[in-house]
């Protein structure tokens, strides 16, 4: 299987995009594999 390759840029897209959706931050944090502090200061 290939890997796809995506930016930086992409994947905090894809997470602002899902916390708008209303998931829990804690729970996208743990998917996305970075800290709720991480998460909080991307949102902003």
Known sequence: ???KE???MDELLKFVA???DGEK???LC???GI???TGY???K
């Open 6 to 8: 995506c930016s930086q």
């Open 41 to 43: 200061k991307s949102l």
């Open 30 to 32: 743990r998917d996305f």
């Open 18 to 20: 899902r916390v708008l």
């Open 1 to 3: 299987m290939l890997w």
């Open 35 to 37: 800290s709720r502090k």
């Open 25 to 27: 931050m804690a729970v």
